[in-house]
């Protein structure tokens, strides 16, 4: 078996420029080994790609680093401390973000309301105050709605912004779900599969928007994708997946041209 690219072992930590390590995290389902003994590292500011064939694991890993799914041995390290057993909800506060394969927006509501949800966990107030209208709780809804507005119009969604969800194209639905993600102030955003069911032409639309969201947001990204060359285009490095184990770890070019990678994901003799 050929040796994979790794980036050098560093300890997670705001002076490290590792903002998420994952450490021998391991997660079995009725005796399948879903992930086995994974570790690698997200550097501060870059984007990582994470790759690998249906059933690798990639959605599983990503359901642990929300808190939906506990491993059951490992850590995962984010900004030096341990989120292994904070809530999906104290997670997201924490500055971790996530859009979602299958979309998971409200469909009968507007885009703008949809994106307002996802400022939840920076509010202060909470349904007591809203409902007794306590003073402070108008100021923070304004400037809630100045921000979504200021992210749907960033996104090119203004002209849309009171339609409900329901009656959009699905490429203009995967933005608003970007946007409601953005709401939340994350640091790092956990993209699964943000391409699936674009057509080729919003596979290049998706990926520009996704390079200027990152630079005006300041965001670190990990994209779980399958068209790869839009994972090759956006990433800095890229970690491969493969029946729950890492099988490479490097940059585009190192993970590309790696035969265990060829062989269990593109296919053999694909370049």
Known sequence: MAQTATLSSRSAG????????????SLSFGGVRALDDVSFEVPTGLTTGLIGPNGAGKTTLFNCLSGLYRPSSGDILFDGASILRMTPHRITALGIGRTFQNLALFNSMSVLDNVLTGGHTRTASGFLSSAL????????????RERARE???????????????????????????????????PRLLLLDEPASGLNHEEVEEFAA?????????????????????????????????????K?????????????VVIEAYLGTGTQ
């Open 209 to 245: 928007t996704l390079r200027e969201v990152k630079a005006r947001h300041g965001l670190t990204l990990l994209l779980v994708e399958h068209h790869m060359n839009l994972v090759m285009s956006i990433s800095d490095h890229v970690v491969t997946l493969d029946f729950g184990r």
């Open 151 to 185: 992210i749907i119009t960033s996104l090119d969604l203004g002209r849309v912004a009171s339609l409900p969800v329901a009656s959009l194209p699905f490429g203009t639905r995967k933005r608003v779900e970007l946007a409601r993600a953005l709401m939340a102030e």
């Open 133 to 144: 209208a306590l003073p402070g709780v108008g100021a923070e809804e304004r400037a809630s």
């Open 247 to 259: 099988i490479a770890d490097g940059t585009p070019a190192e993970v590309r041209a790696d035969p």
């Open 14 to 25: 705001p002076s490290s420029g590792i903002l998420l390590e994952v450490c021998g995290v």
